[in-house]
């Protein structure tokens, strides 16, 4: 794999005249599809930028434009990955110091990315002096690039070198309008559905998820506060908690990820769709992921740990009130009753055919079932 990175914000804590958030920004692609995506953006650089470097800040808050941008961008196969953090949250000394600050928190995304692809090379763009960059590239390959698999690198370039580096300013940039509270506008949501389909995870630090909350309206009826925080907790956990040591593992962390992002930034009452979520999961994927692999090994398993997940014929979300548990119930009801029932006629029959000498469920295997079943009536 080959990613791009880019940040938007500043070492400053100035909030009233700077940048509330500092926002670093990842662009993933294939090996095998790098060239056609470069030519494709050189084709985007020159129709909105002329001769210039694609940049966020050249566009700026003219939105109508920048989502024009972004409509084409979003047209190119590659994915997104990014992290946010909130400045005003930061404290430590540490985080006053310049090269400390840039340091630490770009590495908390590059050790994400070296995380998931144990083969990358990395394009990060030039800032600072050349002692600087130097001692930079010494501290992620110490700190984040791990021994164990070989084909990972990190690069330090001019923007003007990689085309794929000016793509992950602009979404940067355009993540900034989207989080940052001197830049938002009601233009974010507008941008945050122009780039949603290419989010491949947004993480957020701290990480102080367990304090979000989400408030219904007076007349939402359907919301329940306690709900919501169990569900919110419960994937957090999961998501903080695994290791994934494997690909199924970390389906199923994605997908959490991804039903998490949903649920924070749309409406809670909303449903994924199957296949909304395989679009995300199968993004830089050489084989999709087939449905009831989806259902079995990624929901199925998620479920098995603790997370709760609401599903109906429309798709899954996590809860956000009675009303979604029990339509994770009905639709469960809708396979085990029938399933229990044909496994009780069949009983029966078995039992009847051979004046009860043969009871198909007397099995210390099949134990649990035949309580079941005896005790339904």
């Given at each position: 794999?080959?990613?791009?990175?880019?940040?938007?914000?500043?070492?400053?804590?100035?909030?009233?005249?700077?940048?509330?958030?500092?926002?670093?920004?990842?662009?993933?692609?294939?090996?095998?599809?790098?060239?056609?995506?470069?030519?494709?953006?050189?084709?985007?650089?020159?129709?909105?930028?002329?001769?210039?470097?694609?940049?966020?800040?050249?566009?700026?808050?003219?939105?109508?434009?920048?989502?024009?941008?972004?409509?084409?961008?979003?047209?190119?196969?590659?994915?997104?990955?990014?992290?946010?953090?909130?400045?005003?949250?930061?404290?430590?000394?540490?985080?006053?110091?310049?090269?400390?600050?840039?340091?630490?928190?770009?590495?908390?995304l590059?050790?994400?990315?070296?995380?998931?692809?144990?083969?990358?090379i990395?394009?990060?763009?030039?800032?600072?002096?050349?002692?600087?960059?130097?001692?930079?590239?010494?501290?992620?390959?110490?700190n984040?690039?791990?021994?164990?698999?070989?084909?990972?690198?990190?690069?330090?370039?001019?923007?003007?070198?990689?085309?794929?580096?000016?793509?992950?300013?602009?979404?940067?940039?355009?993540?900034?309008?989207?989080?940052?509270?001197?830049?938002?506008?009601?233009?974010?949501?507008?941008?945050?559905?122009?780039?949603?389909?290419?989010?491949?995870?947004?993480?957020?630090?701290?990480?102080e998820?367990?304090?979000?909350?989400?408030?219904?309206?007076?007349?939402?009826?359907?919301?329940?506060?306690?709900?919501?925080?169990?569900?919110?907790?419960?994937a957090?956990?999961?998501?903080?908690?695994?290791?994934?040591?494997?690909?199924?593992?970390?389906?199923?962390?994605?997908?959490?990820?991804?039903?998490?992002?949903?649920?924070?930034?749309?409406?809670?009452?909303r449903?994924?769709?199957?296949?909304?979520?395989l679009?995300?999961?199968?993004i830089?994927?050489?084989?999709e992921?087939?449905?009831?692999?989806?259902r079995?090994?990624?929901?199925g398993?998620?479920?098995?740990?603790?997370?709760?997940?609401?599903?109906?014929?429309?798709?899954?979300?996590?809860p956000?009130s009675?009303?979604?548990?029990?339509?994770?119930?009905?639709?469960?009801?809708?396979?085990?009753?029938?399933?229990?029932?044909?496994?009780?006629?069949?009983?029966?029959?078995?039992?009847?055919?051979?004046?009860?000498?043969?009871?198909?469920?007397?099995?210390?295997?099949?134990?649990?079932?035949?309580?079941?079943?005896?005790?339904?009536?």
């Amino acid at each position: 794999m080959i990613a791009f990175a880019d940040e938007f914000g500043n070492n400053s804590f100035e909030f009233s005249s700077q940048s509330t958030h500092f926002i670093v920004s990842s662009i993933i692609v294939g090996s095998d599809k790098l060239d056609l995506l470069e030519n494709q953006l050189e084709q985007i650089r020159k129709r909105y930028f002329q001769t210039g470097e694609i940049k966020s800040n050249k566009v700026g808050p003219n939105h109508n434009r920048r989502l024009l941008i972004l409509r084409d961008f979003c047209e190119l196969d590659f994915s997104i990955y990014a992290l946010i953090i909130d400045k005003k949250k930061l404290y430590g000394e540490g985080f006053r110091h310049k090269q400390s600050f840039y340091k630490y928190l770009n590495g908390l995304l590059y050790k994400e990315l070296y995380k998931t692809f144990p083969s990358l090379i990395l394009f990060v763009d030039e800032h600072g002096s050349n002692d600087y960059m130097k001692s930079f590239k010494n501290y992620v390959k110490k700190n984040h690039i791990s021994n164990l698999f070989g084909g990972s690198e990190f690069e330090i370039k001019d923007s003007t070198e990689k085309i794929g580096i000016q793509l992950a300013d602009f979404i940067a940039g355009t993540l900034g309008y989207i989080y940052d509270e001197n830049k938002k506008s009601d233009s974010s949501p507008l941008l945050l559905k122009a780039i949603e389909k290419k989010i491949n995870s947004i993480s957020s630090f701290p990480r102080e998820y367990h304090n979000y909350e989400l408030n219904g309206n007076d007349s939402d009826n359907s919301f329940d506060p306690v709900i919501s925080q169990l569900g919110q907790s419960r994937a957090i956990d999961f998501i903080e908690k695994t290791r994934a040591t494997g690909q199924e593992e970390l389906d199923q962390v994605n997908c959490v990820k991804l039903l998490l992002l949903y649920y924070r930034t749309h409406d809670h009452k909303r449903f994924i769709s199957t296949k909304e979520i395989l679009s995300h999961l199968n993004i830089n994927r050489e084989s999709e992921l087939k449905e009831q692999y989806f259902r079995t090994k990624v929901i199925g398993k998620i479920r098995d740990k603790g997370v709760i997940i609401s599903s109906s014929t429309i798709g899954y979300k996590l809860p956000s009130s009675t009303a979604d548990i029990k339509k994770f119930i009905n639709q469960g009801k809708k396979i085990i009753l029938p399933m229990l029932n044909r496994i009780k006629i069949c009983q029966q029959a078995l039992k009847l055919a051979t004046n009860n000498e043969i009871d198909i469920l007397d099995n210390d295997d099949f134990k649990m079932l035949k309580e079941i079943i005896n005790g339904w009536k």
